[in-house]
């Protein structure tokens, strides 16, 4: 079966008025059924950061404490494909089994990602492969490396 976020398909839309209240598995469902093209198109408009504010604050809830316990790590997310190739910077701060999350973080974070809206929507439903997208200059990653490699297992990942 193909993976749909590569295909084209009709117009889908992440409508920011419903979106908070989505659930991860329905959001996931919504990412799939986009294309790249759709998923760069919406993440490069006016609801861009609507979408990426609800994205990252529901990072808390999805933290798998059993991973986490005694883990004390930063890690930035910056979002290229913004609108005038403007990017958005969000931390995610793993404190003991917990996390936050903030927009246009201060300081150093021990690791630092640099990914585009596509990459981003991969990772978040599970569809891609963050360590191939590593190697294949997708993703760009500064820092602990090991850090990046394993953050994704510290978060339930929905799927659709």
């Known amino acids: 079966m193909p993976d749909r976020i590569n295909d084209e398909g009709p117009p889908m839309t992440l409508d920011p008025s419903t979106f908070s209240t989505m659930t991860p598995q329905e959001f996931s469902r919504t990412v799939a059924a986009m294309s790249d093209r759709q998923v760069e198109e919406i993440m490069g408009g ?5 979408i990426l504010d609800a994205i990252f ?10 991973r986490t316990a005694g883990v004390h790590k930063t890690v930035d997310f910056r979002v290229t494909g913004g609108p005038g190739g403007s990017s958005d910077t969000y931390r995610v701060t793993i404190d003991d089994g917990a996390a ?3 927009r246009d973080p201060s300081g150093e974070p021990d690791a630092s990602l640099m990914l585009g809206p596509v990459e981003l929507a991969k990772v978040l439903t599970g569809r891609g492969n963050p360590t191939l997208m590593v190697v294949r200059g997708k ?3 500064r820092g602990d490396l090991g850090l990046a490699k394993s953050f994704s297992s510290y978060f339930a990942v929905p799927k659709g």
């Open 46 to 50: 006016e609801h861009r950061r609507t």
């Open 57 to 66: 604050r529901r990072f808390p809830s999805a933290v798998r404490a059993d």
């Open 100 to 102: 936050r999350t903030e």
């Open 139 to 141: 993703i760009k990653v």
